[in-house]
């Protein structure tokens, strides 16, 4: 998951985003709004974490004009405002959730999750496709009900295909949404991920659908 933190709060950004990161999600930091806006509408993210008090306007002006653009991914409202007026504007301008500073980063994390989730369609925290499932509160990937390892890249880019699932992926799709705009790797890279991927979850979990990307199949027993 790819998550753009705006916040001015340069130590608050960096310790979040550090706990995030550890957490297994990719983020990228803007100080500003306009910084947040240039970076939302040149990149994909799966959700966008928001500060109220930016230097270079509110929040809920940004978060407006985004919902105005049609930019519609989930935004997650950091604020120090407890006023039930000043979150009623943010949820007027377009927030999903709030939450209140000063916070528990196991919050922030657990409302991310459950707004991306809720973005591809999916109530439950642990997504399954057959006996595969993918616990979106520990990062734990299991296989008829036991543990499989990963490497942190690996258990993005199939977090990715489960949400997604059953729709098909495309290379660059995954490049935008699993990988750092820094490194973002050619498909040869993501083909090589793909093969580890099946090696450990079984060939036929991973459908490759030939000019257009990879598909999740629910396919039934432990695979290979």
Same mark, same amino acid.
């Not at 105005?68 to 949820?91: H, Q, Y």
């Not at 690996?154 to 799709?173: F, I």
């Given at each position: 998951?790819?998550? @753009? ?38 990149? $994909?993210?799966? !959700? ?6 930016? *230097? ?6 940004? @978060? ?15 604020? !120090? ?49 057959? *006996? ?13 009900? $036991? ?37 973002? *790797? ?9 093969? $580890? ?11 490759? $659908? ?15």
């Amino acid at each position: 998951m790819k998550v @753009l933190l705006i916040e001015d709060d340069r130590a608050l950004a960096e310790a979040l985003g550090e706990a995030l990161g550890d957490a297994g999600l990719l983020v990228e930091t803007a100080g500003t709004g306009g910084d947040g806006d240039y970076l939302l509408r040149t990149e $994909r993210y799966d !959700a966008v974490v928001l500060d109220l008090g930016l *230097p270079d306007g509110d929040g809920t002006r940004w @978060l407006a004009q985004w919902r105005e653009d049609a930019i519609d991914l989930p935004v997650l409202v950091l604020t !120090a405002r407890e006023r039930w007026s000043d979150k009623a504007a943010g949820f007027s301008a377009g927030a999903d959730d709030y939450v209140t500073k000063p916070f528990e980063t196991a919050e922030v994390l657990f409302r991310l999750h459950a707004l991306v989730r809720r973005s591809h369609g999916h109530a439950h925290p642990v997504l399954s496709a057959g *006996p595969l499932s993918y616990d979106t509160h520990t990062g734990s990937v299991t296989l008829a009900g $036991r543990p499989v390892s990963l490497t942190a890249q690996e258990t993005r880019l199939l977090a990715y295909l489960m949400h997604a699932a059953p729709r098909v992926v495309s290379r660059s799709e995954l490049a935008e949404h699993v990988y750092d705009r820094d490194h973002e *790797p050619d498909s040869n890279v993501i083909d090589v991920q793909i093969s $580890r991927l099946r090696r450990k979850l079984g060939g036929e979990r991973i459908e490759t $659908r030939r000019g257009q990307g990879y598909r999740l199949v629910a396919v039934e027993g432990e695979g290979a």
